[in-house]
T-cell receptor
Framework: GDSVTQMEGPVTLSEEAFLTINCTYT??????LFWYVQYPGEGLQLLLK?????DKGSNKGFEATYRKETTSFHLEKGSVQVSDSAVYFC???????????FGSGTRLQVQP | EPEVTQTPSHQVTQMGQEVILRCVPI?????FYWYRQILGQKVEFLVS????????KSEIFDDQFSVERPDGSNFTLKIRSTKLEDSAMYFC?????????????FGPGTRLTVL
């Protein structure tokens, strides 16, 4: 079945550092890919998405590119802020389906 | 900005009891979902619901579970006879349209503890 693998956390960075959170997936067909973020005490919020190969999703300075050849969707941000501290989830949905398959989540801690 | 709300935020119940978790999706949304996250594990899809019927469900969503939209605003998940392993955070979500990649908006979750 489908699966999503994320790098283990927590990831601890200083403010203004470069962020990469790795995500790889296994799926049949051509899934859509998502990054969700969960701030403390809140629900999951969509951060960005990409629905086909080579698409780049971007939002709030975060970017991720759908790489079919490496089955990856790594999340990047050039300069993190303390307010980016949260848990980040990579997810996919199979073509035509709505059920999201999530990775295990990566906690990001940004220190001032 | 509209948001999905869930009640209660924390529910404690005895094994074998029935529980109903409640959600109010965003008002003009058409699709509704339940997910759960057992402590330390991944968020898992349970069920999606459209036009008053289940459109997808996972293997987890067995006969112990049911969903209902009892009125125009609420969406509920019922667990008939809770087990210890049902202890988890349950998230409700909704999306606006029939497009499968449409954004799912999540509620803050209900933490269910089964004793």
């Amino acid at each position: 079945g489908d699966s999503v693998t994320q790098m283990e956390g927590p990831v601890t960075l200083s403010e203004e550092a470069f962020l990469t959170i790795n995500c790889t997936y296994t799926a049949t067909g051509y899934p859509s890919l998502f990054w969700y973020v969960q701030y403390p005490g809140e629900g999951l919020q969509l951060l960005l998405k990409a629905t086909k190969a080579d698409d780049k999703g971007s939002n709030k300075g975060f970017e991720a590119t759908y790489r079919k050849e490496t089955t990856s969707f790594h999340l990047e941000k050039g300069s993190v802020q303390v307010s980016d501290s949260a848990v980040y989830f990579c997810a996919l949905s199979e073509a035509g389906r709505r059920a999201l398959t999530f990775g295990s989540g990566t906690r990001l801690q940004v220190q001032p | 900005e509209p948001e999905v709300t869930q009640t209660p935020s924390h529910q404690v119940t005895q094994m074998g009891q029935e529980v109903i978790l409640r959600c109010v999706p965003i008002s003009n949304h058409l699709y509704f979902y339940w997910y759960r996250q057992i402590l330390g594990q991944k968020v898992e899809f349970l069920v999606s619901f459209y036009n008053n019927e289940i459109s997808e469900k996972s293997e987890i969503f067995d006969d112990q579970f049911s969903v209902e939209r009892p009125d125009g605003s609420n969406f509920t998940l019922k667990i008939r006879s809770t087990k210890l392993e049902d202890s988890a955070m349950y998230f409700c979500a909704s999306s606006r349209s029939e497009i499968s990649t449409d954004t799912q908006y999540f509620g803050p979750g209900t933490r269910l503890t089964v004793l």
